[in-house]
Nanobody, 119 residues
Framework: QVQLVESGGGLAQAGGSLRLSCAAS????????MGWFRQAPGKDRDFVAS????????YDADSLKGRFTISRDNPKNTVYLQMNSLKPEDTAVYYC????????????WGQGTQVTVSS
């Protein structure tokens, strides 16, 4: 049974930082691309960042302008999202997701962790 468990969300002030973690189990972690997505109230779920399974190449949403960084620790089966220079518009539920190598869609999703940024 695949499980993705996010942690590290909470309340932050504008300009501050948070680091989200996502612990994966029940899958061969090194064979999965990992991604972070977010969903603000009343909006669609949006792509935030991803990291590839084989060479660790990262991609992030252009709108973030380099404020967020994704990384992974394969021995720990964990992916991270470092969020800096937080803005109130970053307030959302953040989801971790896993995509098998070579696949198009993300097959597995976590339950999400709330991030709230106050001004």
């Amino acid at each position: 049974q695949v499980q993705l468990v996010e942690s590290g969300g909470g309340l932050a002030q504008a300009g501050g930082s948070l680091r989200l973690s996502c612990a994966a189990s029940g899958l061969t972690f090194i064979r999965y691309d990992m991604g972070w997505f977010r969903q603000a109230p009343g909006k669609d779920r949006d792509f935030v960042a991803s990291i590839s399974w084989n060479d660790g190449r990262t991609y992030d949403a252009d709108s973030l302008k380099g404020r967020f960084t994704i990384s992974r620790d394969n021995p720990k089966n964990t992916v991270y999202l470092q969020m800096n220079s937080l803005k109130p518009e970053d307030t959302a539920v953040y989801y971790c997701a896993a995509r098998p190598a070579g696949a198009v869609r993300y097959d597995y999703w976590g339950q999400g962790t709330q991030v709230t940024v106050s001004s």
